[in-house]
């Protein structure tokens, strides 16, 4: 059994497909218990002095007939039952997870790269699952079916009986002792294949420097190397695969030839009438032991691997319940406020914002008001806090209270939901689902009709680029589909920017792969389009932002200067120097 | 090679005819073949071993009937004994017969992988572009793991599991032939229901692989665009669209469950069903009670093995698949490749003509257009234009990258379609822009791979020369020191320095560089130029030029624009010329320096 809190909410949720289909199986298992009675009767009957009679053979016939329905349905029943469940809790879990990972903060999921996360999705859910469905039945199984069997067999003889299970405790430890091995040497095994993939994938995109110093046939003989170290390891692995499956076979066969010589000469005593310890026993005695031990041998070997598994789901549990019991950092206060009819003013007041174990500030002491409807622009070096800025705006990461204000509202006191429908985000690494490009842009809006997205692509000057795809709006970006340049990606985030009409547009460095005449195009449009609405844009060329109400200059995360491009050219020296390369540019174009 | 050639190669399912497959399949395993062969002689034997044990049990109950066989104690203790005996001969002979086909079947996967990454290695630069990396990797590691399975265990169990059949089939025969005729009614039940189910969970699994991939890349693909689902307040629309993919993904376990659920009941109501009909017509045909023991172990025997071959049949499909793959990649040819009369060359003396060069990568986007210049031995010739001019390509046609479609270029006055590749490219010292590092130590990097044919010195007094060896003695191990992945763990200032040691260490006569347009920081910037001078006296050197100090301290400037050569000569006389030069120095030089 798998326990806490979330292993809990399952059982009370699918406890009677478990109950039945538990059930079930120990009904299975008696009945199949029934065969090597069935067997032991026959051979005695075959055996006794005077003829066997149809009278007495047909009842087992029956019998045996009898037991191949009810273990078909029954099987059939436990397995619908059991799978079902741990399904269903796979399931539950899955969607719990994914709730969980929507309601977390950029902060966790920089802290843990998807990769980890998509494993516990993955190899950590299939493991408890594993074990719900697999581990219950072969749990049940193996501890009915041999109490019924070794019952069933003390009844027969107890000293034959005794013989066998001795030994057979081994098989149960062995199970769980292969089982352990066999797991860390998958992981050596798994490793070995994990670097060959990894140096195929870094020697073939690396390639063209081999070629260019004619190393090939060293790098071959490297890559030789790493595929025979994956060959030996292989080898190993299998050699042990092997030495433990013939292992186990022995050890049954030893038992089996133990209870032979020993049941054949009880059989033997008591025929000539002198049995041993007074044992009485007779042939079909024996034959139904050795057939007991055949049914015995399954669930031994299912225990040791029942303890295996157990432990390996319990470690993946665990992984999900932390996941699950993740803090949420980002989220709406006790009395959070809806913003309604947002004008588009922003305050940033007193603003102090360190990433999470960073050793300085990022934005240090930031004092300004963009008032609603202005279209700002932001411009300083690499790494000066422009993003961070308008990251903030979006709260993506907590900031202090009292320090930015949108229409005079702390954000820290508006509901999450109201503050990002109210700002329309492009941010930099303009990230595009692998969906049909009309989906990408209408994201926000999912009812949004094929002229409003073509409106929003016109206005990011992507239409004519879309419209020349086969496929259209209908193309698929991403790996599936067309690969899209990174110009015609930042447009598309535009239109998508622009389908949320909301009272605030942040463009995060957004025509950085665009160029000089589709971006005026672009700002045109901004100027038209939003006018009395509140527009940012990150820019890295000051063509961007020359012609914009007023800009703001960040130097190392200090507010340089905030003012009318006209006033900065007296004012910022930052601003000045970007002006005159700018310039120097033009001439020669 | 044409284009369409290679993607329909790797992307499309290029079908060939299984005799194509099993022939070339064939080559691979005739090397090893005493191995399958012993193999296999070794399984025959374990399989009759294997059907000898339910003798010794029929034995062994009819001599109990002690009343009529009358036998001694010793003879039953000799049975089970010899029971025991029996079992471990087999083991015995599984084990080697087993480790036999494991070596065998890793070694032809060990070959084949090599054959298929040193196939890879051939390809041109050209060839390289179009096709995807992962798709490369994929048919390295992948697809011929896929293939080993084939090897190891597929094509034995085959074989295995018929014998298996064969031999039940025969014992029982030899024990009842009517008892026998009727469990090969059972058996032909089992096996038609199997066949079809097979065919049948193939199809779910089939599905079930394509969806489980499609949900983990929805998933990838949300959580790592988690940040604009929720900028954009969409949580509740994607939550849904996971929600959609989950139950799917649930139903179709549900349909293999399900599958299973009906396939095995099925079998194992079939198996004592057969059970009961062996009861019951072993009375009718008046059997011993030890026949009727042996036939109860036999069964148990019979039905598993069936089971077992559908299994098998999926397996060679999936190699069939695989091998399908990897011989269609290695059926790509090299498209750059020596003529037959090329000669291969020692030593040049660096003289460089390039006589009216056209080329475009795709049809007639010509990127250099009529291009012809002229660089006479150890001169230093300094490309300069704006992006997308051609400077590269000049570069990357020199060793070969790639074949101009019309012109020619020389090198010594030798034609190079003329020269070995490989005698060219080890003259010419190429500095790509990008550096790329392989994970690995520094000495390997600057020896690619070769770090036993240099010792420690050669190698450091290489880096002395380029002025690398400040930083590498500043690290913990030297010329050991870990390179990670991409060599992040270096500058870009000093992974251009590691790729200048490269180039000195492989004594070219020709260097060409392309250099970097991203920010390094002063001091290394101070060190690359003092080696770059240095450099220059190595041979000829022709530079795809950002950096004015390079541009200046040049012989020659060659100006470039939309792939046509629009000026040359020094420095100073091309500013004198107040041309195309003159504007591009104005705009990147005067004002940063």
């Given at each position: ?105 950029q902060t966790y999921l920089h802290k843990n790269p998807v990769g980890n996360i998509l494993n516990w999705f993955s190899t950590d859910i299939e493991s408890v699952d ?123 066969g030893a038992i089996m030839a133990m209870t032979l010589c020993l049941g054949g000469y009880l059989v033997y005593r008591s025929f000539h009438g002198n049995p041993l ?313 | ?346 030593s040049f003396r660096g003289e460089i003509e390039f006589r009216n060069v056209w080329f475009a990568y795709e049809n007639e986007d010509w990127i250099l257009k009529d ?223």
């Amino acid at each position: 059994m798998l326990f806490g809190k979330y292993a809990a909410k399952f059982y009370k949720k699918y406890w009677y497909l478990f109950l039945l289909g538990v059930i079930t199986l120990l009904v299975v298992d008696y009945v199949q218990t029934l065969i090597p009675e069935s067997l032991g009767q026959i051979v005695d009957i075959f055996q006794a002095d005077e003829p066997a009679q149809e009278s007495q053979i047909m009842p087992i016939v029956l019998r045996v007939i009898m037991v191949a329905l009810g273990v078909a349905v029954g099987r059939v029943l436990w397995r619908i039952t059991i799978f079902s469940a741990s399904s269903r809790i796979e399931m539950g879990l899955r969607e719990m997870m994914f709730l969980k990972s929507e309601r977390l903060s950029q902060t966790y999921l920089h802290k843990n790269p998807v990769g980890n996360i998509l494993n516990w999705f993955s190899t950590d859910i299939e493991s408890v699952d594993e074990f719900l469905g697999w581990g219950t039945v072969m749990m049940v199984d193996a501890f009915f079916m041999s109490t019924i069997v070794i019952v069933k067999m003390f009844l027969v003889n107890w000293l034959l009986s005794t013989m066998i299970l001795v030994p057979m405790l081994l098989i149960v430890l062995w199970g769980a002792l292969v089982e352990r091995i066999m797991s860390s040497r998958w992981e050596q095994r798994q490793k070995a294949n994990d670097e060959l993939y990894d140096f195929s994938q870094e020697n073939i995109t690396g390639l063209r420097v081999i070629k260019a110093f004619v190393k090939e046939v060293q790098q071959a003989r490297a890559f030789a190397k790493v595929a025979w170290k994956n060959k030996e390891i292989n080898v190993r692995f299998a050699r042990l695969q092997v030495l433990f499956d013939i292992f186990i076979e022995v050890i049954i066969g030893a038992i089996m030839a133990m209870t032979l010589c020993l049941g054949g000469y009880l059989v033997y005593r008591s025929f000539h009438g002198n049995p041993l310890l007074g044992i009485d026993i007779k042939t079909g005695d024996l034959v139904s032991i050795v057939g007991y031990f055949a049914t015995l041998i399954w669930p031994m070997m299912a225990l040791g691997q029942v303890f295996a598994m157990h432990s390996r789901a319990k470690a993946s549990l665990k992984r999900i319940s932390a996941f699950l019991d993740a803090e949420e950092d980002i989220v709406d206060g006790p009395e959070a406020v809806t913003l309604e009819n947002v004008q588009g003013e922003i305050e940033f007041r007193g603003l102090t914002f360190s990433y999470p174990e960073a050793k300085k500030p990022s934005l240090q002491d930031i004092n300004l008001t963009i008032k609603a409807g202005e279209t700002i622009g932001i411009v300083g070096k690499i790494g000066c806090g422009k993003s961070t800025m308008v990251a903030l705006m979006a709260r993506l990461y907590n900031i202090d209270k009292g320090t930015l204000f949108i229409d005079g509202v702390d954000i820290m006191d508006a509901t999450l939901s109201s503050l990002r429908s109210s700002i329309a985000f492009v941010p930099q690494d303009n990230f595009l689902f692998s969906d049909e490009i009309r989906n990408n842009i209408s994201f926000a809006d999912a009812e949004a009709s094929m002229d409003e997205i073509e409106k929003a692509a016109a206005f990011a000057c992507v239409h004519d680029d879309i419209a020349g795809f086969p496929e259209g709006y209908k193309t698929v970006s991403g790996e599936r589909g067309v690969t899209l340049s990174g110009g015609q990606k930042q447009r598309i985030s535009i239109a998508r920017a622009y389908m949320k009409n909301a009272p605030i547009l942040v463009l995060d460095d957004s025509v950085s792969a665009v160029d000089v005449k589709t971006e005026e195009t672009i700002l045109r449009n901004i100027r038209q389009e939003r006018k009395g609405k509140t527009t940012i844009l990150i820019a890295s060329r000051v063509s961007t932002v020359s012609s914009l109400d007023r800009i703001i200059v960040l130097k190392d995360g200090c507010l340089e200067a905030f003012d009318t491009p006209a006033n900065l050219m007296k004012i910022s020296p930052t601003y000045q120097k970007m002006v005159m390369l700018q310039e120097l540019e033009s001439e020669v174009s | 090679m044409a284009q369409d050639d290679v993607k329909d190669r790797l992307f499309g399912d290029k079908k060939m005819s299984l005799w194509t497959i099993m022939v070339r399949t064939f080559a691979y395993l005739k090397k090893e073949i005493w191995s399958f062969v012993l193999a296999l002689v070794l399984l025959v034997f374990s399989v009759a071993v294997n059907m000898l044990t339910p003798l010794v049990l029929k034995q062994f109950t009819n001599d109990l009937n002690l009343a009529e066989s009358g036998v001694d104690f010793h003879d039953l203790l000799i049975l089970g004994l010899g029971y025991f005996g029996l079992i471990v001969i087999n083991q015995f002979l599984v084990y080697i017969q087993s480790m036999l086909l494991q070596k065998a079947g890793q070694k032809i996967i060990y070959r084949l992988r090599n054959d298929v990454f040193e196939h890879v290695e051939g390809m041109s630069i050209a060839q390289l572009n179009m096709m995807p990396v992962g798709s490369l990797v994929t048919r390295v590691a992948f697809y011929t793991a896929n293939m080993s399975d084939l090897f190891t265990n597929t094509l034995v169990s085959i074989f295995r599991n018929i014998l298996t059949i064969a031999g039940v089939a025969v014992i029982m025969f030899i024990l009842s032939p009517a008892l026998a005729g009727i469990m090969m009614g059972f058996l032909a039940v089992v096996f038609v229901i199997s066949f079809f189910f097979s065919r049948h969970v193939k199809r779910i699994f089939r599905l079930e692989r394509a969806k489980q991939s499609e949900f983990n890349s929805f998933l990838n693909e949300s959580l790592s665009g988690m940040k604009i689902v929720q900028l954009y307040v969409q949580e509740n629309r994607k939550k849904k669209q996971f929600d959609e993919q989950n139950l799917y993904l649930r139903k179709l376990r549900m349909k293999v469950v399900a599958a299973f659920a009906v396939y095995r009941p099925t079998i194992s109501f079939l198996y004592y069903l057969a059970l009961g009909a062996t009861f019951f017509f072993a009375f009718r045909l008046n059997l011993s009670s030890g026949d009727v023991v042996a036939f109860y172990m036999l069964l148990s025997n019979f039905f598993s093995p069936i089971e077992r071959l559908a299994d098998s049949l999926n397996n060679l499909q999936r190699a069939h698949a695989a091998s399908e793959k990897l011989y269609s990649l290695l059926d790509v040819k090299p498209d750059v490749v020596d003529s037959p009369s090329a000669i291969a060359i020692d030593s040049f003396r660096g003289e460089i003509e390039f006589r009216n060069v056209w080329f475009a990568y795709e049809n007639e986007d010509w990127i250099l257009k009529d291009v012809s210049f002229h660089v006479a031995p150890k001169q230093t010739v300094a490309f300069v234009g704006a992006t997308g001019a051609g400077k590269t390509t000049i570069l990357s046609l020199i060793v070969r990258n790639f074949v101009p479609q019309k012109g020619d270029i020389f090198i010594d006055g030798i034609n190079i379609k003329d020269i070995q590749i490989k005698s060219l490219r080890k003259a010419v010292g190429q500095m790509l822009q990008d550096v790329f590092l392989f994970s690995g130590s520094i000495k390997d990097n600057i020896t690619l791979y070769d770090s036993d044919a240099y010792t420690d010195e050669e190698v450091m007094k290489v880096c002395d020369y380029v002025n690398a060896s400040s930083f590498i003695n500043n690290l913990d191990g030297g010329l050991n020191s870990p390179v990670i992945e991409k060599g992040e763990n270096f500058s870009s200032g000093q992974r251009q320095l590691l790729s200048f040691a490269r180039t000195v260490l492989s004594h070219p006569q020709i260097l060409i560089l392309d250099e970097a347009t991203a920010n390094i920081d002063t001091e290394t910037e101070k060190l690359i130029q003092d080696s770059l001078n240095k450099m220059k006296s190595i041979g000829t050197m022709l530079v795809v030029a950002h950096r004015l100090s390079t541009i200046q301290h040049s012989d020659n400037i060659i100006v470039l624009q939309g792939g046509r050569v629009m000026e040359s000569g020094t420095h100073q006389e091309l500013l004198h010329q107040k041309g195309l030069y003159f504007k591009l120095y104005q705009l990147q030089f005067e004002q940063a320096s």
